[in-house]
């Protein structure tokens, strides 16, 4: 009896020590949760735009912008913050943040964002994105990638800034 309650709390743990990390991503990720002023460049053409980011009970983050309304959670399978979007045209994309570097955000964190486009003429882009937190108020994008065939697609570079 002892035995089978030694490997009963064994294969527990792992899921015991995990409890709270749900909890602990939408905290630290309920950062971008505010209306943001987009400025973004791509190609040479500057666009200025606005978005908002709110959270949600069930602990997610629904993103609502110019062209893009998306869905932000905890996957406990991969352990990151991963975010499913529809987009403008009827793209769509899945992303996932690097893990935190912190208990909070601040100046100078520069975060990965990695995933896949699928876009509705069949066209696929791998992309990643550099998020660097300027200030409290300010963060930078920079978003680069390749399509399906490994071409390099245009890059985008992103400033949002809290709205107050």
């Not at 991969?78 to 899945?94: M, N």
């Amino acid at each position: 009896m002892w035995l089978l309650m030694a490997v009963v709390a064994v294969s527990w743990a792992p899921a015991a020590l995990r409890a709270g990390e749900a909890e602990d991503f939408f905290k630290f990720y309920s950062f971008y949760q505010s209306k943001w002023q987009i400025e973004e460049e791509k190609e040479g053409k500057k666009e200025t735009y606005t978005g908002e980011c709110s959270g949600s009970s069930g602990g997610c983050n629904i993103y609502v912008g110019k062209g893009e309304t998306s869905v932000w959670g905890y996957d406990p399978k991969t352990r990151q913050w991963t975010g499913v979007g529809q987009l403008d045209k009827g793209s769509r994309f899945v992303m996932a943040i690097s893990r935190p570097p912190g208990p909070e955000f601040k100046p100078g964190m520069v975060f990965t964002f990695k995933g896949t486009i699928w876009h509705a003429d069949g066209q696929i882009h791998y992309v990643t994105s550099k998020s660097t937190c300027v200030d409290m108020n300010t963060i930078r994008d920079v978003i680069t990638g390749t399509d399906q065939d490994g071409k390099a697609i245009p890059k985008v570079v992103k400033t949002l800034t809290r709205m107050k």
